[in-house]
């Protein structure tokens, strides 16, 4: 099955939709975030969703959301990302949740991680090769990519493809 969740327009929803990915029809109402947002990175674990971040009507966030596959459960707050921001990239290994760039204001470089086995705020794992945000990203077994990217103020777009080690981390 997939998800997908917030997003912008009016009105921004905390809503979480599930969809199949054995057969066509339409999503369904699965849970709720823990409050309404958008430009939030997300990721998975093999059982939960997780989603970073994202601003709505108001200040940035730094709120790291989680919701169980298995069952119809809402998100719940479980961490914290190390500044409030959004428009980040995601990434994630089998063990971690990525968090890459994004706006706070101002652009950010920092790469952060946090664990999918013990509830918890990120850390700081390395820096991207310039600070950017509006990443586009996704993982292979043993690397995270943010790709793209905006660096703001009228700048022109990004053409950089960053790869980030899960075995390592760094820059």
């Known amino acids: 099955d997939g998800y997908v969740s917030g997003g ?47 601003w709505y009507n108001g200040p940035m966030s730094n709120v790291i959301d989680k919701f169980p596959f298995a069952t119809q459960t809402n998100a719940t707050d479980v961490g914290n990302l190390l500044i409030a921001k959004n428009q980040d990239a995601g990434a994630c290994s089998l063990t971690h ?52 990217g905006d660096s703001g103020s009228g700048g022109t777009p990004h053409n950089i493809i960053d790869k980030v080690s899960f075995a390592s981390g760094g820059n």
């Open 97 to 148: 949740g990525y968090s890459m760039g994004g706006y706070y204001p101002g652009n950010s470089n920092v790469i952060e991680i946090w664990s999918f086995s013990s509830d918890g705020n990120s850390t700081d794992v390395g820096d991207l090769t310039q600070a950017r945000y509006c990443l586009a990203s996704c993982s292979s077994t043993t690397h995270g990519f943010a790709a793209g």
């Open 8 to 54: 912008t327009g009016s009105p921004v929803g905390p809503q979480i939709d599930k969809f199949s990915f054995s057969s066509d029809g339409n999503a369904v109402d699965w849970a709720d975030l823990s409050f309404s947002r958008s430009g939030w990175c997300g990721v998975s674990s093999s059982t939960h969703g997780y989603h970073a971040g994202g």
